[in-house]
């Protein structure tokens, strides 16, 4: 049974960071797309950040530049650092998984996904 645990979110001031983290069960994450998206309320869900087997990444344009994504082969973990943030940052942020190769952004594409952590940037 796969499951993806994220933990890291929490409350911080514009400007500030955070790291998340997405532990996984059931899975390998060096084998799979891993992802990070988010959902704000009365929003749909938003791509963040994604990184495929090979290494590649894809981020999204609105965080190019203060987000990244990265994998931790050794604790089958994918990191988000989150530098400079912003408070339309505000959002619960989840892991996902999937078995294709292109570090996607559709989210429909993902098969597996976590719980959501808050992540909440005051101004």
């Known amino acids: 049974q796969v499951q993806l645990v994220e933990s890291g979110g929490g409350l911080v001031q514009a400007g500030g960071s955070l790291r998340l983290s997405c532990a996984a069960s059931g899975l390998t994450t060096s084998a799979y797309t891993m992802g990070w998206f988010r959902q704000a309320p009365g929003k749909e869900r938003e791509f963040v950040a994604a990184?495929?087997?090979?290494?590649?990444?894809n981020h999204a344009d609105s965080v190019k530049g203060r987000f990244t994504i990265f994998r931790d082969n050794s604790k089958n973990m994918v990191d988000l650092q989150m530098n400079s943030l912003k408070p339309e940052d505000t959002a619960v942020y989840y892991c996902a998984a999937r078995s294709g190769y292109n570090p996607s952004g559709t989210y429909s594409l993902y098969q597996y996904w976590g719980q959501g952590t808050q992540v909440t940037v005051s101004s």
């Open positions: 990184i495929n087997r090979s290494g590649s990444t």
